[in-house]
């Protein structure tokens, strides 16, 4: 599964978890309050009329009847009635007094925010954990090696390095006779072909193919690489990078994005650059 989809996921169950907790509130105040509490806390509720005070009303219109009174439509007025409750004062335990109200908000927010904590370390894990299939940090089948191979030469006898999208990287040729001993028994070059990584190892600026002078040239700063992305001038440390290849048993080309292969600035070039004008100006950037 993509980080995406986990933050997808994990905003989903988080709006799951606020509207659960929203339709239980809702559901407390739509259902009668005393369904869910103990007898003890019914018997210490004063939020209803005292029957005392009704008893004592009626007591006072019966009476006023009796006295001659004509009875009439008004209820009686009952005057100085006083009514006196002793403090009750009834020892429940926790689970006698049920959820109150407080708490089911203190569930209710730590459920949310635990639901969106576990949903952002997936997203995160997710992102941080290597590749395993496709992208950038995978084994990326770039092909028919035979094919990649043929796109390279153009009818001058120029190169032009392939671009593999997917694998941020350069597809060079390579002369079997002619490759350099650094870069031998690496796994890097196989059946003609190596894959340069695009960044530049100077400031990882994408390094652009330069046709006239046959060779990678950074516009940051003037880094300078050969066609086989050997070093030839500029601040870069070394060699452009490049990745491990491999093939399958139908000769597709496998690049190997998660294993890079760093070497130190050539010694000598083994193939010749510049052949033409250079593409940005000399020393630095374009
Ligand atoms: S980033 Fe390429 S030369 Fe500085």
């Given amino acids: 599964m993509s980080a995406a989809n986990l933050i997808l996921v994990g905003v989903a169950l988080v709006a799951i978890a606020a509207a659960a907790a929203a339709f239980a509130i809702a559901y407390r105040r739509s259902t009668d309050w005393r369904k869910g509490v103990s007898s003890e806390t019914l018997a210490a509720d004063r939020s209803e ?75 995160s894990l997710s992102f941080l ?36 999208p997917e694998a941020r990287a350069y597809l060079v040729p390579y002369d079997e006779n002619a490759l350099s001993p650094q870069f031998r028994d690496l796994g890097v070059a196989d059946r003609g072909v190596m894959a340069l990584w695009q960044r530049c190892v100077h400031l990882g600026c994408r390094v652009p193919w330069c046709q006239p002078s046959q060779g990678f040239e950074c516009p940051c700063h003037g880094s300078k690489y050969s066609l086989v992305g050997e ?48 593409c940005i100006a000399a020393g630095g950037g374009a």
């Fill in 231 to 278: 070093y030839f001038a500029g601040p870069a440390p070394r060699n452009l990078d490049r990745f491990v290849i491999d093939f399958t048993p139908a000769d597709d080309l496998i690049i190997k994005t998660g294993s890079i292969v760093q070497t130190p600035r050539a010694p000598i070039l083994t193939v010749k650059y510049p052949q033409g004008p250079s």
């Fill in 49 to 123: 009329v005292p029957e005392a005070f009704v008893a004592a009303t009626e007591s006072a219109g019966e009476q006023a009847a009796e006295e001659g009174g004509e009875a009439t439509s008004e209820p009686p007025v009952a005057t100085a009635v006083e009514v006196v409750s002793e403090p009750v004062v009834v020892e429940v335990t926790p689970e006698e007094a049920g959820v109150t109200r407080r708490q089911f908000f203190n569930r209710a927010l730590g459920a949310t925010f635990g639901t969106f904590l576990a949903g952002f370390g997936l997203a």
């Fill in 129 to 164: 954990w290597p590749k395993l299939t496709g992208g950038f940090g995978s084994d990326v089948n770039a092909g028919k090696v035979d094919e990649l191979r043929e796109q390279l030469f153009n009818e001058d006898g120029s190169v032009t390095p392939l671009f593999i």
